[in-house]
C-alpha cells in the first residue's frame, strides 16, 4: 500500500553568498501537492485532536519532501547538471519522462513516521513526485505507477508561472489519484484503461 504521495518544488543550489553576509544554504524545497492514503494500524494517537494530527501529517510529508530534494540534488550534482530554484513555464507539448531521474530510500521508524517506509521519487524539471510506501511493497510497481503519475499530473496541472508554488487545478490531481491510485492501491493498469482516462481528463502525454 501507499501511504502518501507528494508532488514537490525541488529549490535550487546554494545561492551566492555577498561579501560579510552570512551562507543562507540552498533554496528550500516547497510541498505543493500531497495527498494521505491510509494511517497504518497501531499508529500512536496525536494529542491536541484532528488539527494537530494534520499539523503532525504536514511536518511528515514536509520531512518527506526535504529528504526527496536533497537525494536529487545529489544526483545532480554527481552528473553534473545543476538545479534551478525556479519552477519552469511547463510546455505545451507532452514531456517524455524516459530518461527522468528518480531513486529509492528508506526512512526508519520514527524519523519521521513511527513505522519505516519506503520512499520512491522522480524527478522531472524542478518538480519531483515521490510516493511513500509501506516497506514491503512492490518497488518495480512503485516506479511503473510514479512514471505513469507523472507526465499526466503535468499535463493537467498548470501552474501560474515561473517561481510560482500555488496549483490552478489541484482538483485534477485527485481525479487522477482516484482513478490510478485508489486508496493507495497500486494497481497493474493496462493501456487501454490509461488512454481512457486520458481521453476522458482531456489529457495529452508523450507516447
Not at 495527498?35 to 499539523?55: M, N, S, Y
Not at 522531472?124 to 510497481?141: G, M
Not at 485508489?182 to 481512457?196: D, S
Request: hydrophobic share 40%; net charge positive.
Amino acid at each position: 500500500m501507499v501511504r502518501a504521495f507528494v508532488l514537490l518544488a525541488l529549490g535550487g543550489p546554494d545561492p551566492p553568498t555577498l561579501p560579510g553576509s552570512a551562507h543562507s544554504g540552498p533554496a528550500p524545497c516547497r510541498v505543493l501537492y500531497s495527498r494521505v492514503f491510509r494511517t497504518p494500524p497501531g499508529t500512536p494517537l496525536v494529542p491536541g485532536g484532528p488539527p494537530r494530527q494534520r499539523l503532525r501529517r504536514k511536518e511528515q510529508l514536509l520531512a518527506v519532501a526535504r529528504q526527496v530534494a536533497s537525494q536529487c540534488r545529489l544526483l545532480q550534482s554527481s552528473s553534473g547538471r545543476p538545479s534551478s530554484p525556479q519552477l519552469p513555464q511547463l510546455p505545451d507539448e507532452p514531456i517524455s519522462l524516459q530518461d527522468a531521474p528518480g531513486g529509492v530510500f528508506q526512512l526508519p521508524p520514527g524519523d519521521p513516521f513511527p513505522q519505516r517506509v519506503t520512499v520512491t521519487w522522480l524527478s522531472v524539471l524542478a518538480l519531483a513526485f515521490a510516493l511513500v510506501c509501506d516497506p514491503q511493497e512492490n518497488l518495480s510497481l512503485a516506479e511503473i505507477t510514479l512514471r505513469r503519475l507523472a507526465p499526466r499530473l503535468l499535463a493537467s496541472l498548470r501552474l501560474l508561472g515561473p517561481g510560482a508554488d500555488v496549483l490552478l487545478r489541484p482538483e485534477a490531481a485527485d481525479v487522477l489519484l482516484d482513478r490510478l491510485l485508489p486508496h493507495g492501491q497500486m494497481l497493474f493498469l493496462n493501456e487501454r484503461f490509461l488512454q481512457a482516462t486520458d481521453r476522458e481528463m482531456g489529457i495529452k502525454t508523450s507516447r
